[in-house]
């Protein structure tokens, strides 16, 4: 199994900068009186696809050599990774198929099809997903680029820290959702390197907590298919994302889905930004413990803003 570098991120760093947003670090006053600590949003809903998740996939799409290339690239995905994953196919001119849950939000799918992704849809699990995947695959021959177990996906998740740190003046913690892992373990890959004193937390929704519950038992516990508002974070970790989890997380904390709707609503007034319910985990674990991060620089990764204005959380 091969865990990427450091210097793997700095390779895919410069590969998709001419590909990618350099995104902006947002504050605000409120949310910082609020929570007691000072807060900094990176704001990776602002990427063209409208998630951090593009970094990893222009990253693998763009490091394929012009043979492997031909046949195009092939992914299973909720959503915001078979977006991008569409988005970098496109700006290379080659094919893109995506297996997605019947239920991934429809705001979603039409990004990918608008990308020129090609969608075949599975049952909501993990297993239905690998399973269609297989045989999508099997039928296309494109280079599998996973999710978030991928060292070419994982290098590219890290470009999002190493700028993070650029762009302020010393962090205390990181923030991050955490479904499979993905951008955990690109934040673990840098910051391990470049700033190893900053704390890395993970925030994940309490109705899909397998990697809480994994990070606690010291082995990776995976649900097959757990239901959340963040529909972003219900895939279990895998063996390269569990080694950056075990060996560089400081804690992985829960919220519930009210508590998440919650942090979502105060992020849309306060911070005027969308973002989808699976970003606003890590300001719903903030607020449940204030005590935990108060007085802390505090950075937050807001990976991503696709959302279905059709289907909002609060609207009955």
């Not at 949003?41 to 951090?52: D, L």
């Not at 038992?217 to 508002?229: E, M, N, S």
């Not at 607020?287 to 609060?314: E, Y």
């Amino acid at each position: 199994m091969y865990i990427p570098t450091y210097q793997d991120m700095l390779d895919a760093h410069a590969r998709i900068a001419p590909h990618i947003v350099r995104t902006p670090v947002m504050t605000s006053a409120y949310l910082n009186e609020l929570t007691g600590a000072e807060l900094f949003f990176k704001c990776e809903n602002f990427q063209t696809p409208g998630a951090f998740k593009v970094r990893g996939a222009t990253n693998a799409v763009f490091g394929l050599d012009d043979e492997q290339a031909k046949a195009g690239v092939a992914t299973h995905s909720s959503g915001n990774h078979a977006s991008c994953l569409s988005y970098a196919a496109m700006l290379r001119s080659i094919p893109c198929n995506v297996v997605m849950p019947k239920t991934a939000p429809q705001a979603k799918k039409e990004t990918v099809r608008r990308y020129g992704g090609k969608i075949t849809e599975c049952e909501p699990s993990t297993s239905s997903r690998e399973e269609t995947f297989a045989r999508v695959q099997a039928e296309t021959g494109g280079d599998f680029v996973h999710p978030y177990n991928d060292p070419r996906v994982i290098a590219g998740q890290g470009t999002c820290s190493k700028e993070f740190m650029e762009q302020t003046d010393g962090l205390d913690m990181m923030v991050a959702p955490i479904g499979g892992g993905g951008m955990i373990s690109g934040t673990c890959l840098t910051l391990s390197t470049l700033a190893p004193e900053v704390q890395i937390i993970a925030a994940e929704p309490e109705q899909a907590d397998d990697a809480y519950r994994s990070f606690k038992a010291g082995h990776i516990i995976a649900d097959d298919a757990p239901k959340t508002i963040a529909d972003g974070l219900l895939v279990p970790l895998k063996d390269r994302t569990w080694h950056f989890v075990s060996n560089h997380v400081t804690d992985i904390q829960t919220a519930s889905d009210a508590e998440i709707i919650d942090a979502m609503k105060l992020t849309w007034k306060h911070l005027r930004i969308v973002m989808e319910a699976s970003c606003a985990v890590p300001l719903a674990i903030i607020l449940k413990n204030r005590d935990f991060f108060a007085g802390k620089r505090v950075g937050v990764i807001v990976t991503g803003g696709n959302v279905d204005l059709d289907t909002l959380p609060w609207i009955k």
